[in-house]
């Protein structure tokens, strides 16, 4: 019996979708703001970083925005160079194709999630991959 059960849970397991397991998505703080730590990138004079970030909003809509930060104005600059929103079946619903800049407010998620990608930055060759959703 406990083999069965075993050998059910084993091809339960098997048989879900591989990004459940992607360990490369990084919460930051307690909320639903996740980045992809395999994307994080700091430029050679550490002034820039580039990194992806997951966020799971109202009604289940998700949206996955590439960032670049200028670490060292004051305050903090960031750009976000690419976006999209997809539905709650992980459907494309919308591409943000109007790049924008702002200023990064010390308390806020951005902020948070800057601090987090730090830890995982890299000096590393530019990559244009879109990762995939979690």
Not at 24 to 30: E, M, S, Y
């Amino acid at each position: 019996m406990k083999r069965g059960c075993i050998l059910l849970l084993l091809l339960l397991i098997l048989s879900l979708p591989g990004s459940v397991f992607a360990t490369n998505w990084v919460r930051v703080g307690t909320g639903e703001y996740f980045i992809d730590s395999e994307t994080v990138e700091i430029g050679k004079s550490g002034s820039e970083l580039s990194y992806w970030e997951y966020y799971i909003g109202q009604g289940g809509y998700k949206w996955l925005s590439h960032y670049y930060i200028r670490l060292k104005e004051n305050p903090q600059k960031a750009n976000l160079l690419k976006g999209f929103l997809y539905k709650p079946d992980n459907q494309l619903e919308h591409e943000i194709i109007h790049p924008h800049s702002f200023s990064v407010p010390e308390d806020s998620a951005i902020k948070k999630a800057i601090d987090v990608a730090l830890g995982y930055a890299q000096e590393k060759e530019q990559n244009d991959e879109i990762p995939k959703l979690p």
